[in-house]
């Protein structure tokens, strides 16, 4: 079988990481390979005249200008796409696979760490310790914090129930609390399958210790939890977000935050890098990750996988496991 060319655009880092070099390997005996790191349609227009397929990341989104540009291109192997540019896709026909779902394992097992981060205050007690500064229990038990709470038995919330809110829902399942989930597309089958409470947003934030962010950001989402929705938290409950900084109105956020009566743990900031001076940094019930939960190596290695597993499936004729859908568009960010 002839080679096929193949562009690759992806941030520069992709090529310098040596982990990740077997399996770029893989390419070169099914394809001619120029890799690019373009971040706009005019840079990437040339090589897109050349390639028979592309791998790349979600940018720049392949729109009808870009493909009508591109006669030869018969597929495209993404790890994210947006709401837009799989609309064009799935109107022209055109093959697509994201990977996205590969994220999921490790954006999960953040939100879980981060939710027994703060219940257990594992984070100041090391800062303590550090510093030298921590605080043994003295008399016990009456001199344990009341505020450092297991999280067995709690109710949870999971705020949009994808990849990443049902694989958070089975890390869950040891602990034993309710699970509630707040998506709109959600089935009945679904719901059966992972023993979750189908609810609205307002309800389930009022019954629920732990509220978990994990939906995407599309123009039904922003400001989902907003100036209403804080108040209506429990005393003392941990809102964590592992999604999008959009879906939070952060002035509100931080307005609710120094009352002191709830917690945040946050991973993704409206501004990143998040500004020196921002007012998250000096909220004691705030606690904050510099948008590390799907970065791990292991996330990187599964999604290159999943997309070159699917052009291969794709250049053989065989189902793509994982192939843009029309179901899976709701699920995108905008």
Known sequence: MDKINLLINLPAGFYKTPALKPIFARLTSIANIRRRSWNTADEIRKDLTWADAILMWSWPKLMPDLLDAAPNLKFSAQLDISQAAAKVALER?????????????????????LTLGVLRKTSDYHATMRSGKETWVGSFPDSIDPLERQLTGRPVTIVGFGQIGRRLRELLAPFGGEIR?????????????????????????????????????NAGSRHLIGAKELRA??????????ARAMLVDTDALVAKLKKGDM????????????PKNHPLR??????????????????????????????????????RKYALTEAMVPSLDG
């Open 282 to 319: 000096k909220l004691p019930n705030a606690y904050l990750t510099p948008h590390r939960s799907g970065g791990v190596m292991a996330s990187v290695e599964r999604i290159l996988t999943y997309l070159i597993d699917d052009l291969e499936a794709h250049l053989a004729g065989r189902p």
């Open 233 to 242: 938290f429990r005393k003392n409950a941990l809102l964590v977000n592992v």
């Open 263 to 274: 917690f945040a743990a946050i991973d993704v900031f409206d501004q990143e890098p998040l």
């Open 93 to 113: 026909g055109f093959p697509v696979s994201q990977g996205r779902s590969a994220w999921s394992p490790a954006v999960a097992e953040m939100a879980l760490t």
């Open 181 to 217: 989930a707040v998506d709109p597309y959600l089935s009945a089958e679904v719901l059966k399958q992972h023993n979750v409470i189908k609810s609205d947003l307002i309800d389930a934030i009022k019954t629920s210790d732990v509220v978990v962010l994990s939906a995407a950001a």
